[in-house]
């Protein structure tokens, strides 16, 4: 038994059935990863309330895929590349009856462009930029009865794309560790983002 935000008593049901692939493999300097992914599981929602479908079933899927080079240029030059692409998809319950349900899709691509440098016996720079783009490729409502679509939600086809820069020092002595570094962030929506930081280690 299980009393919902509004004071409405009922039964609910864990629900947990899920399949997965994973697959991963390598060859010298590169590396895959492809990972499917889909389930049936409980929903409580954002408000956990039996009216607007707490209880009732949501099914969820994503598929995820990965790239990654990582060479070693040299004793003192290390590089790394790497791009992921993740898409995920809910269907979720909006009322007591099940008779609205909610249909959300979106997706994203990452990436990642980082080198290693050791300038120095105790000197060493991280430098890199990274990529994200996400897309909100559905959130509407339909009526499971009539098939029907009841709203758009003003989220299909909506995305944000996001760059950064970034920059670390770091300096080695015994027991001490000391970091330098910067990131600069450009968010389409919340524009440009500086943040230095600094810290010093003694283990």
């Given amino acids: ?46 408000t956990p309330r039996f009216a607007s479908g707490a209880n009732n079933p949501q099914e969820v899927s994503n598929v995820l895929a990965n790239y990654t080079y990582n060479r070693d ?39 990642l462009l980082k080198a290693n440098l050791q300038l120095t016996e105790r000197f ?16 509407s409502n339909y009526n499971t009865f009539r098939d029907s679509v009841i709203a758009e939600n003003n989220m299909k086809n909506v995305g944000v794309t996001e760059l950064s820069g ?16 910067a990131r600069v962030t450009n968010n389409e929506l919340f524009g440009t983002n500086f943040a230095p930081r600094a810290s010093l280690v003694y283990a």
């Fill in 1 to 46: 038994m299980w009393e919902d935000e509004t004071g409405v008593d009922g039964m609910v049901q864990e629900r947990l059935q899920t399949t997965n692939f994973t697959l991963q493999t390598g060859y010298k300097t590169h590396s895959f990863l492809l990972n499917a992914h889909k389930g049936l599981e409980s929903y409580y929602g954002v």
């Fill in 124 to 139: 060493s720079l991280e430098v890199g930029a990274d990529f994200d783009n996400r897309t909100s490729d559905e959130y």
């Fill in 73 to 111: 240029i040299n004793d003192n030059f290390n590089l790394i590349f790497s791009a992921s692409y993740d898409y995920g998809q809910r269907d979720l319950s909006r009322t007591l009856d099940d008779s609205i349900r909610a249909s959300i899709q979106g997706s994203k691509f990452l990436g």
């Fill in 166 to 181: 970034f920059a670390q020092l770091k300096y080695d002595l015994r027991k001490f560790t000391a970091l330098a570094g």
